[in-house]
T-cell receptor
Framework: AQSVTQLGSHVSVSEGALVLLRCNYS??????LFWYVQYPNQGLQLLLK??????LVKGINGFEAEFKKSETSFHLTKPSAHMSDAAEYFC????????????FGTGTKLQVIP | ETGVTQSPTHLIKTRGQQVTLRCSSQ?????VSWYQQALGQGPQFIFQ???????GRGNFPPRFSGLQFPNYSSELNVNALELDDSALYLC??????????????FGNGTRLTVT
């Protein structure tokens, strides 16, 4: 069974500081890994997706994530936080098969302090 | 390009009633999935429809059912509503039923409250 664990339900950073959101995955087969962002009262927007083409994945809005198989991690980073980054972030995993079942983590709420 | 649209945005129902939620997929997308997001939780997979047939299902009882129409739009039906069904219901569409080449594109959801 596939699953993801997000460490820290709430993370606070100062504007301009590094953003680091942690995610560890468990999957019996090489996975697809994702980070999604959810703003209040909205659906989820894809930030980036790992599909084994490259271990460092660049996404939208300056975010990137590094796939580390030895650590089963897929942490999300951004060098400099912006006020508009305040939102909830979900790590997710899916495996190839007859249908796309995406399993989400419980989410990390990012607060950006001016 | 039109994104995924869901209706209604909010809905209040009474325990035991039935509800239908609607979703229009993004232009060109032939696969629709439904997810339930309880307050403070990540979304949970309900089922996926591809070419008008359910081709994958999560751990939800049969009172959760769906339809997909020839234009790829979809409905989620929930019978015999329970208080725990209160959640944000998200519809997502994609070009690819397996997800190998197309990620999910989500709508803004329908907020269902069961009293």
């Amino acid at each position: 069974a596939q699953s993801v664990t997000q460490l820290g339900s709430h993370v606070s950073v100062s504007e301009g500081a590094l953003v680091l959101l942690r995610c560890n995955y468990s999957s019996s087969v090489p996975p697809y890994l994702f980070w999604y962002v959810q703003y209040p009262n909205q659906g989820l927007q894809l930030l980036l997706k790992y599909t084994s083409a490259a271990t460092l994945v660049k996404g939208i809005n300056g975010f990137e994530a590094e796939f580390k198989k030895s650590e089963t991690s897929f942490h999300l980073t951004k060098p400099s936080a912006h006020m508009s980054d305040a939102a909830e972030y979900f790590c997710a995993v899916s495996s190839s098969g007859g249908y796309q079942k995406v399993t989400f983590g419980t989410g990390t709420k990012l607060q950006v302090i001016p | 390009e039109t994104g995924v649209t869901q209706s209604p945005t909010h809905l209040i129902k009474t325990r035991g009633q039935q509800v239908t939620l609607r979703c229009s997929s993004q232009s060109g997308h032939n696969t629709v999935s439904w997810y339930q997001q309880a307050l403070g939780q990540g979304p949970q997979f309900i089922f996926q429809y591809y070419r008008e047939e359910e081709n994958g299902r999560g751990n939800f009882p049969p009172r959760f059912s769906g339809l997909q129409f020839p234009n790829y739009s979809s409905e989620l039906n929930v019978n015999a509503l329970e208080l725990d069904d209160s959640a944000l219901y998200l519809c997502a569409s994609s070009l690819d039923r397996t997800g190998a080449n197309s990620p999910l594109h989500f709508g803004n959801g329908t907020r269902l409250t069961v009293t």
